[in-house]
């Protein structure tokens, strides 16, 4: 059986992200706790953190992922864009423990010519900091790999290895997995002997156990391509025969799988959470 969500709106009230992912058909959901396109953050009212904790108990649904917004860049050289970084990360580990949220997956973002060392050090530095001033939590970090564009950090399985290996809170640590990101950063995901690879690589050098969350997303450009667009599962490179091999892998069995896929004419939330249970065998 597996275990698959979606990403859903708070709109309204961040408790009704809960009825929308029962609408759409989900075991699992992730959701940004504030808008993911301003450094600002609203603080979360006591009355809908309440409302949120309820509604979770009572659907059943989980795990619940929160998702970093998009504006914090770890990695910047840039020291005023960092310390805000630095910020946001500490503000939203601070948002899930109030919300009983277990999973903050980020982003590890772009070094902007500084170089991948220099990178992947202030990412560390970022982390170590954001979990010290956050405090004692039950909140789980996730690094998620990235797509290999130019000046990213956290593409390969060897980059988020080394990051986690630099962070003073291991056991705070885990990784968030993106089949389109993989895919596009050079990783075979369409045949049984690739997926055997990269998960074999994961266990090689990090420990299949560090794996918490799985984006699952097909991808529209090229493997290699450092292609940063998701499409629907099985309509984009990957394809239908590369998801059930990743589908039915033993690494990712029991795992939370999230698709952060297109909503159009073609297919809704609902209709990838289908095809996902359909190529899985569910």
Request: hydrophobic share 40%; glycine share 14%; charged share 25%.
């Amino acid at each position: 059986m597996v275990q698959v969500g979606c990403h859903v709106s708070i709109a309204g009230s961040i408790d009704r992200a809960v009825g929308r992912a029962g609408e759409r058909g989900c075991d699992t959901f992730q959701i940004f706790s504030r808008n993911p396109r301003g450094w600002r953050a609203k603080d979360l009212d006591p009355g809908a953190v309440d409302a949120f904790q309820e509604a979770v108990s009572a659907s059943g649904l989980g795990p619940v992922v929160d998702h970093m917004p998009y504006l914090p860049n770890p990695a910047s050289p840039d020291d005023a864009i960092y310390e805000k970084s630095v910020a946001a990360l500490t503000g939203e580990l601070g948002r899930c423990d109030l919300l009983g949220i277990p999973y903050l997956v980020t982003h590890l973002g772009h070094h902007r010519g500084a170089g991948t060392d220099a990178g992947q050090e202030r990412v560390i530095a970022a982390i170590n900091r954001a979990l010290a001033d956050a405090g004692e939590g039950n909140v789980m970090l996730l690094l998620e790999n990235t797509a290999g564009e130019k000046n990213s950090v956290g593409t390969t399985v060897a980059d988020l290895s080394r990051i986690r290996e630099g962070i003073d809170a291991r056991e705070r640590i885990g990784i968030c997995f993106d089949t389109c990101h993989a895919f596009a950063a050079g990783y075979d995901l369409r045949t049984a002997e690739g997926v055997d690879a990269v998960f074999g690589e994961f266990e090689d050098l990090m420990g299949l156990e560090h794996l918490r969350v799985i984006h699952l997303n097909d991808s529209k450009g090229n493997l290699g391509g450092g292609l940063d667009r998701h499409e629907h599962i099985g309509l984009g490179s990957i394809g239908e025969e590369g998801f059930r091999h990743i589908l039915r892998h033993p690494a990712i069995r029991g795992l939370p799988l999230i698709c952060e896929t297109p909503v159009d004419e073609r297919r809704d939330d609902a209709g990838n959470i289908a095809k996902v249970r359909e190529l899985a065998g569910a």
